[in-house]
T-cell receptor
Framework: QQPVQSPQAVILREGEDAVINCSSS?????VHWYRQKHGEAPVFLMI?????EQKGHEKISASFNEKKQQSSLYLTASQLSYSGTYFC???????????FGKGTTLSVSS | NAGVMQNPRHLVRRRGQEARLRCSPM?????VYWYRQLPEEGLKFMVY????????ESGMPKERFSAEFPKEGPSILRIQQVVRGDSAAYFC?????????????FGPGTRLTVT
């Protein structure tokens, strides 16, 4: 089942913060976060695993609430380069397909 | 380190022709995934392959679509008798281990246009 992302779109000025959420109705094994700029490939940001393990870029932070099956991506002190569409992908157990949400479009202006 | 490579980057086919999309994973990666993305939409999983094996093809249409990842050479996604609805961006991704807990690195994509 496709995870639900919110909000659908965010508009920020440089330096402002944003939170992007991803929720599922099913018990999740892991949540993956990617950013995609128009016409380009998705770029890996972070993985959060059941049990608390995380792997990702130093400047990106995220959380995974296993009880609520929700993950949040925290973008602080936004820069112009943060603009793009953010996707979360989820799986329910090891070795199953990643199902991606519809994305959250972030626009950062100066 | 070369990233995931896909070719061609753009492919135009007429209805009824065949489309072959190639994906070379990152060095050392033995797991390949194919995704389809329609304009303004998210990524839809199609198939997951390891060398010489299809692990999960639950997202692949039953007809006209096939995928392989031979022992030597790139992974190939083949679409026979293309229709206009096949027009989309096709991305492949690779990972070094089973995808549970390992990030997938995406290639630049192949943009297929069916005329």
């Amino acid at each position: 089942q496709q995870p639900v992302q919110s909000p659908q779109a965010v508009i920020l000025r440089e330096g402002e913060d944003a939170v992007i959420n991803c929720s599922s109705s099913k018990a999740l094994y892991s949540v993956h976060w990617y950013r995609q700029k128009h016409g380009e490939a998705p770029v890996f940001l972070m993985i959060l695993l059941k049990g608390g393990e995380q792997k990702g870029h130093e400047k990106i932070s995220a959380s995974f609430n296993e009880k609520k099956q929700q993950s949040s991506l925290y973008l602080t002190a936004s820069q112009l380069s943060y603009s793009g569409t953010y996707f979360c992908g989820t799986d329910t157990q090891a070795g199953t397909a990643l199902i991606f949400g519809k994305g959250t479009t972030l626009s950062v202006s100066s | 380190n070369a990233g995931v490579m896909q070719n061609p980057r753009h492919l135009v086919r007429r209805r009824g022709q065949e489309a072959r999309l190639r994906c070379s994973p990152m060095k050392g990666h033995s797991h390949v995934y194919w995704y389809r993305q329609l304009p303004e939409e998210g990524l839809k999983f199609m198939v997951y392959l390891q060398k010489e094996n299809i692990i999960d093809e639950s997202g692949m249409p039953k007809e006209r679509f096939s995928a392989e990842f031979p022992k030597e050479g790139p992974s190939i996604l083949r679409i026979q008798q293309v229709v206009r609805g096949d027009s989309a961006a096709y991305f492949c991704a690779s990972s070094p281990r089973d995808r549970a807990g390992y990030e997938q690195y995406f290639g630049p994509g192949t943009r297929l246009t069916v005329t």
